[in-house]
């Protein structure tokens, strides 16, 4: 029975954002604004880590895997969300959907990976500097990326597994702008008991574990700091920790809200998606690499070394 249920599902209907006819143009504008941000804004930290050899530490090498799986967490969901608004069609394949849904999973969490990896990285080089070179080696770096890869692709894809053997019936409209797992299992008109064990269990512990490494790694900075304060360090630790983590909550606070809190479905949990799949990938950049000096460095001296060529030919 499951068979054919699931074979007579040729494709879903994605409802898009709540919006009014009217506001069509205006919200693909902002959208397009932000998609292009995202990619140029981490393509951009991407060419000027590997040109800058001062910026092959550990720190970039995490910030250049997280700018790419930004990029790519962003491609999954808004090209075809911005093609839907063009074209008015909303319909995507059966095997389209299941393709974002594992692609947006998998991006979704190297992400929550790489931003632990990251904080643990500034945890070792703050309360650590006198080891942070013994601690954080390459190999042990290139051991977090290759785990947070090989993880991603190993959760996405359990997922997706137990969802294709879910059989849907009549109803085919998915109230989001992408194919969203909490959203296509209420489509479902098969137990879907051992889905939800699934994402409670093991998607809880690839969100909460990481998001308590974040937040132990910050509490160890913040008493280092403390204990010998100064007016400019304060501020230091202040704007920097404090814009991390503020889209570390808006990244984390959101997905929590709309996988584990939410019961039912609606506009609220759409616009929450927003800022985890759209907001978040085009602040990282600006927040953890356009603010650094390094980072601001390595662009000063990329335009002017293209300024002199342009100014030699």
Known sequence: MGPENQSSVSEFLLLGLPMRPGQQRGFFTLFLGMYLTTVLGNLLIILLIRLDSRLHTPMYFFLSHLAFSDISLSSVTVPKMLTNMQTRQQSIPYVGCIAQMYCFMFFASVDNFLLAAMAYDRYVAICHPLHYTTIMREGLCVLLVAG????????????????????????????????????????????????????????????????????????????????????????????????????????????????????????????????????????????????????????????????????AQ
């Open 148 to 311: 947070s890869w090989i993880l991603s692709c190993g959760s996405a894809l359990l997922h997706t597994l137990l969802l294709v053997r879910l059989s849907f019936c009549a109803n085919n409209t998915i109230s989001h702008f992408f194919c969203d797992l909490a959203a296509v299992l209420k489509l479902s008109c098969s137990d879907i008991s051992l889905n939800d064990l699934v994402i409670f269990t093991e998607g809880g512990l690839f969100l909460i574990l990481p998001l308590c490494i974040i937040l132990s790694s910050y509490v160890h900075i913040g008493t280092i700091i403390l204990r010998v304060p100064s007016t400019k360090r304060l501020y230091k630790a202040f704007s920097t920790c404090g814009s991390h983590l503020f889209v570390v909550s808006l990244y984390y606070g959101t997905l929590v809200g709309v996988y584990f809190f939410s019961s039912s479905w609606d506009s609220k949990d759409i616009i929450a998606s927003v800022m985890y799949t759209v907001v978040t990938p085009m602040l990282n950049p600006f927040i953890y690499s356009l603010r650094n000096r390094d980072i601001k460095q390595a662009l000063e001296m990329c335009v002017n070394r293209v300024s002199v060529q342009s100014g």
